[in-house]
């Protein structure tokens, strides 16, 4: 999205609406397709990555609109919240793929999917308390704040202009 254009324009909802309609459709063909094949773990699978990813989207929306250097516990539990969706859906892919796949890939796939998941902790819980004013999520354009703040240690320094994204 280009900083001229705002967050509901014709455009951009056009878009988001074929990406949803796209995913359904995959959705409901591959929910069908495992069902004839009794493949019941894979619908649940398959069920559960569809509403988390609307749950994980909505929760990065409301996330990306509460201001980004304020502590409350919404926030925290937003935190919370994408974390543990985002590291849920990418365990139960692992966890349904090391089903067709040999042990010298599964765990090469599951260290991947554990460092995924410390990654993220990493970014939002650790990190978080260490930048200044600017949000991930928030839309293209929005200018940011001007700050300095440092590590305890003084180890790492991050300088933000006030510049648009």
């Not at 260490?130 to 300088?159: K, N």
């Given at each position: ?23 359904t ?26 509403v ?100 305890p ?13």
């Amino acid at each position: 999205m280009y900083p001229s254009q705002s967050k509901n324009s014709p455009n951009t909802v056009l878009v988001h609406a074929m990406a949803f309609f796209y995913l359904t459709f995959n959705t409901i063909s591959t929910i069908y397709r495992a069902y004839i094949n009794d493949d019941m773990p894979m619908v649940a699978l398959v069920v559960f990555v569809y509403v988390g990813y609307f749950l994980l989207h909505h929760c990065l929306e409301v996330y990306g609109g509460l201001p980004s250097h304020e502590e409350s516990p919404r926030k925290e539990i937003l935190k919370v919240t994408i974390w543990g969706l985002s590291s849920t859906i990418v365990f139960g892919f692992v966890y349904e793929l090391s089903t067709i796949m040999s042990v010298a890939v599964v765990l090469p796939v599951f260290s991947l999917a554990v460092m995924t998941s410390a990654f993220l902790f990493c970014f939002y819980f650790v990190y978080d308390k260490y930048r200044c004013g600017f949000t991930f999520w928030g839309s293209v354009g929005e200018s940011i704040s001007s700050c300095r703040s440092s590590c305890p240690a003084g180890e790492l320094a991050i300088e933000c202009n006030s510049e648009n994204v």
